[in-house]
């Protein structure tokens, strides 16, 4: 038997009396996360994610979950022998490749993804942005400078899309009965077809739409990372905008600040960019005093 004062177990009381401030201060609070990512592919990392958000959902938290899922649809499409073309290396979906993403992202990965929580003792239900009018989208434009004439020209990335309008309540109606909503990147347009949207950009538009207390991207890198490669634990905009100015910030984390700050500044209260593939790293962020991340306030 334990003696009530071995040092493992009084460690333990430690842990839960030091997340006491943290319960309090968001009990109520809705918390939005895009898990994505290669911990995704795994079952350890998803076994463990699905636990995280069903003691989040456990302590009157209301976790809200939109996943992505660009490698399996990348997987799926070579299967079935369909051409990705890529522009500025962004991918073009055309009518089959939207179908395709449709599938997997609303059908496979969606129900794992509920099937995961359900195993952890949670209850989760499987939407889209199609689902009690979601989300509405329209098509995304971009332009490309071609290198020669230096000429911007506009770039038909087929149907890829972005959040135009969000209605919450199917949301709000799902956390409320104890569910925890896990949402697929996909909406229609006004004009009836289907868009595929990027998973982070629909996570920030949703927790804007809530006015979340928290946003959080689970991705591959420890967070945003300074010249000499340490750990950025809090910024602002005004930060944010200097480095990628100084080229501090570079590549696949420009969008994904990008995202943070439309998202604080449209109502989230905070993002946090973190390391999916750190066992439980979004309660270290959210329970103790040192974090995991790196948080962007408005």
Request: with cysteine; glycine share 12%.
């Amino acid at each position: 038997m334990t003696e009530p004062h071995d040092p493992a177990t009084l460690a333990k009381a430690e842990t839960l009396i030091e997340a006491l401030p943290y319960l309090q201060r968001y009990a109520g609070a809705t918390f939005v996360v895009k898990y994505g990512g290669h911990a995704m592919g795994d079952p350890e990392h998803a076994h463990d994610f699905a636990q995280d958000v069903v003691l989040l959902k456990a302590v009157g938290i209301n976790p809200v979950v939109v996943h992505g899922g660009g490698p399996q649809i990348g997987a799926m499409l070579k299967r079935v022998g369909v051409e990705s073309s890529f522009v500025d290396g962004l991918r073009v979906t055309d009518k089959e490749t939207a179908e395709i993403a449709e599938m997997v992202l609303c059908g496979s990965i969606n129900k794992e993804l509920v099937s995961w929580i359900a195993g952890a003792g949670g209850r989760a239900i499987g939407l889209s942005g199609k689902d009690g009018g979601l989300v509405t989208a329209r098509k995304v434009t971009r332009t490309s400078k071609d290198p020669d004439s230096n000429i911007e020209r506009v770039v038909d990335l087929g149907y890829v899309g972005e959040p135009e309008s969000i209605d919450t309540q199917v949301i709000e109606t799902a956390s409320a009965a104890g569910l925890i909503p896990v949402i697929a990147p996909i909406a229609p347009g006004a004009d009836g077809s289907t868009y595929n949207i990027n998973a982070d950009t629909m996570a920030g538009a949703i927790a804007a739409a809530l006015g979340a207390s928290r946003l959080f991207l689970l991705t591959d890198v420890a967070g945003v990372l300074d010249r000499l490669g340490n750990l950025l634990t809090d910024l602002r905009p005004a930060d944010i905008e200097r480095m990628q100015a100084d080229g501090t910030i570079t590549g696949g984390m420009i969008p994904k600040l990008e995202t943070c700050v439309h998202a604080v500044e449209a109502g989230c209260e905070a993002a946090v960019v973190l390391d999916g593939r750190v066992p439980h790293a979004m309660l270290l962020e959210i329970f103790t005093a040192e974090g995991a991340g790196t948080l962007i306030r408005a």
